[in-house]
């Protein structure tokens, strides 16, 4: 467990270290040609029942294609709290499994309604995780996911804005090894 409080210690630490070397840069905004980099977190729950919580951490770096339409690579790190129930001749055993996990992924964004304040967006994207163990403990080391996001954007300054966001998350196969994940992810985004 320490190992992994020492990922996200680490993760975020890296995601704060790029915010602020890149303030000197010049800001941007929902424009064509802005980059943006975002440091996010967040926190899943399943609906497999092998599944009791997911973490989530991570960056993100992404590019204006078009005025309001932006395509991000996002690497983020996975936290599984899982528990395996082995059938006994006493009923059912009930064992812990955490599970850390690496899921690259592309997402399109498209911030439909926005003002000086701040911007609401959808976003879609596929990506891959890839875990030191399977998940949910009957499903794979390897699964394709597909998300769907519904967020806001809010600005702070000139370039940083606070983003918060509610996303569903499919894992794997379409069946009892896969998993459905409904949370959503906090962060802080710098687009210049």
């Not at 609906?47 to 294609?65: R, V």
Request: with cysteine.
């Amino acid at each position: 467990m320490m190992k992994g409080k020492r990922r996200v210690l680490i993760t975020w630490f890296a995601a704060v270290c790029i915010v602020l070397t890149s303030i000197v840069a010049n800001a941007g905004s929902y424009t064509a040609g802005s980059v943006y980099v975002e440091g996010k977190g967040g926190v899943y729950g399943s609906t497999n029942p092998n599944i009791d919580i997911a973490y989530s951490y991570g960056a993100e770096l992404g590019y204006f294609l078009a005025d309001d339409f932006a395509v991000g690579v996002e690497l983020m790190g996975y936290y599984f709290e899982q528990q395996k129930r082995i059938p006994t001749v006493f009923g059912t055993d009930v064992r812990f499994s955490p599970v850390s996990a690496l899921g690259p992924a592309l997402t399109g964004r498209w911030y439909f309604a926005h003002s000086d304040a701040g911007a609401v967006y959808i976003g879609a994207g596929l990506g891959g995780l890839f875990g030191d163990g399977k998940v949910p403990y009957n499903g794979y080391y390897t699964s394709l996911t597909e998300h769907a996001e519904l967020g806001f954007s809010v600005n702070m300054t000139e370039g940083l804005d606070l983003k918060g966001a509610g996303r569903y998350m499919h894992v794997g196969e379409f069946d009892g090894t896969g998993a459905d994940l409904f949370g959503g992810n906090l962060g802080l985004n710098y687009s210049f």
